[in-house]
Nanobody
Framework: QVQLVESGGGLVQPGGSLRLSCVAS????????MGWLRQAPGKEREFVAA????????DYADSVKGRFTISRDNAKNTVYLQMSSLKPEDTAVYYC?????????????????WGQGTQVTVSS
């Protein structure tokens, strides 16, 4: 079992920045690929970013490339999402998720464990 707890969401103005954190407990965090996904009201959950077990590779949705950065600290069992140049369309509940394997995934169905989500609202 893996438990994931996100933090760092909030209200930010367009153009601003936020850093989300996700602390994992349970088994084999350092052997799992991790991801961030989001769900806006009335929309399906979508992929945002992913990182391999050792942080050696990352992947991003086209809509966030160049603005968001995913990273991880296996010593702290934590994965981060640094978000910059935020836009109103980034408003969503952001979920941290873990795979059962070291390789990345870019679909919600690729992820087995999920956090409870943290709200990010971008508005003036």
């Amino acid at each position: 079992q893996v438990q994931l707890v996100e933090s760092g969401g909030g209200l930010v103005q367009p153009g601003g920045s936020l850093r989300l954190s996700c602390v994992a407990s349970g088994r084999a965090f350092s052997k799992r690929a991790m991801g961030w996904l989001r769900q806006a009201p009335g929309k399906e959950r979508e992929f945002v970013a992913a990182i391999t077990w050792n942080g050696g590779r990352t992947d991003y949705a086209d809509s966030v490339k160049g603005r968001f950065t995913i990273s991880r600290d296996n010593a702290k069992n934590t994965v981060y999402l640094q978000m910059s140049s935020l836009k109103p369309e980034d408003t969503a509940v952001y979920y941290c998720a873990a795979r059962n394997i070291p390789a990345m995934g870019d679909r919600p169905d690729d992820y087995y464990y999920w956090g409870q989500g943290t709200q990010v609202t971008v508005s003036s």
